[in-house]
C-alpha cells in the first residue's frame, strides 16, 4: 500500500464513490454526514481546502483522509486555534475497515501535521457514532468539544490528539 497526495490524474468521481461506499454504513444508521452523499464538486471543493491523501493499492485509491493544516481549519473555537491541524472526508473501502489500512493512513496525517507545526490534531464526528469515537479514544483522542453543522442531522463532538514531536 502507498500513501500518497490526490493528484489531478486520479477521479474525483472514483474519491467521491469511494467516500458514498465507506459512510454508507452510518447513513444507514441515520446519519447524514455530508461524505455519505456529497456530490463530486463539493469533493473537489472540500480536498482544496487542505492536503487530501490517498492509500492505493494495485493502482486503485482504498481510503483517504483530508487534512487541513493549523490556520486552515475552522468553524469551532478548537479548530481556530492555530496551533490545530484537523482531518476530514476519512474514509476507507468497507471491506477492508478493521484491517489496518485506516490506522496506517492516520499515524501518516498524525506525522504530516507535526511537520506543518502542529501541537494536535482535531476530527468531528456524529456524538451518536459511538464505534468512532471508541476508535478515535483508542488513538489517543480526547472530546474537546461539541458542534452543530449546517447539512447534518446530528450533533458532532469534537475530538482531539495531542502531538509528541
Known sequence: MEIRLYSDNDSITCLTNLLHRSYQ???KLGFEYWASHQSSGITAKRIS?????VAVQNDVIIATILLKPPCNSSGHPHYDRGDVASIHQFAVEPDLQK???GSRLLEFVESRAIKLGANELACDTAEGASHLIDMYKRRGYRKVGKASWDGTNYDSFILSKLLHR
Open 99 to 101: 484491517s489496518g489500512v
Open 49 to 53: 481546502e487542505g492536503e487530501c491523501y
Open 25 to 27: 454504513s452510518l447513513a
